[in-house]
């Protein structure tokens, strides 16, 4: 008969042999890479909004669909008891690997557009058949006025991905160009617009702590990828 010693290293080397494989299991699972949006979808037209104040306006509207989102641990958490000591269970806990992408800005080939507000939800795509994260920027009315027809506005948004508890992150930036079309900014006019100079009465009593987002030092100058969109995408200059 086995003393109890060589039967309780027995069951250790079993143990952590077991745990090798699954913690080997669940780290090849995990993604090592942020992961790059691959089916995105936008929408930008005027549409109506509450605001903070409990009215109503109309906004220009940014809605993008599709940029990736990850809160979800990919790991398992491993317990190995030791049965034959008194030492409490063991456990190992992966980090999680989490991120997203933020705010959607719009930028010309003259001007970095900030929204004013953004929301960002859960919903469902009848078409894929899966939800999806969307992203909704809303800007002032009179904030693409000196905009012509067709030219190419670029939206824009850092993701970032990493491991919580290691403290790193990798940064990932998407841009995407569309024209300009001015037949798709229908207003209504049951609504009063949301415009630069309805804002800046609001700003000037806003709620005491309320974060502008408009604000320059809270705008980081985003016009550096609309230059590489524009050289990406028409190399010709066309």
């Known amino acids: 008969m086995r003393s109890a010693t060589s039967h309780f290293l027995s ?13 080997s299991v669940s780290l090849s699972a995990q993604p090592n890479a942020p992961i790059w949006p691959t089916d995105v979808q936008y929408k930008f037209n005027i549409g109506t909004y509450t605001w903070t104040d409990s009215n109503s306006y109309q906004f220009m509207v940014l809605q993008v669909t599709g940029l990736p989102d990850i809160n979800t641990e990919y790991s398992k958490i491993i317990e190995l008891e030791l049965s034959l000591s008194d030492q409490p269970a063991f456990t190992w806990q992966q980090d999680p690997y989490s991120g997203g ?20 939800e859960v919903v469902y795509d009848s078409v894929s058949g899966f939800h999806q994260i969307q992203h909704t920027s809303l800007f002032l009315t009179d904030d693409f006025d000196r905009i012509k027809q067709d030219e190419i506005l670029v939206l824009y948004s850092r993701g970032g991905f990493g491991y919580v508890s290691q403290n790193h992150m990798d940064m990932i930036n998407y841009t995407q160009g569309f024209r300009f079309d001015k037949s798709d900014l229908i207003r209504n006019g049951d609504q009063p617009l949301a415009d630069n100079k309805w804002y800046a009465a609001w700003i000037a009593q806003a709620p005491p702590g309320y974060w502008d987002p408009r604000k320059s030092e809270h705008v980081e100058d985003l016009h550096q990828y609309y230059d590489d969109y524009m050289q990406s995408t028409y190399p010709d200059g066309r």
Not at 107 to 118: C, E, N, R, Y
């Open 11 to 23: 069951r250790l080397r079993t143990g952590m042999y077991g745990l090798l494989i699954l913690l």
């Open 101 to 120: 992408y933020g705010y959607v800005s719009l930028i010309s080939k003259d001007q970095t557009f900030a929204p004013v507000m953004v929301l960002k």
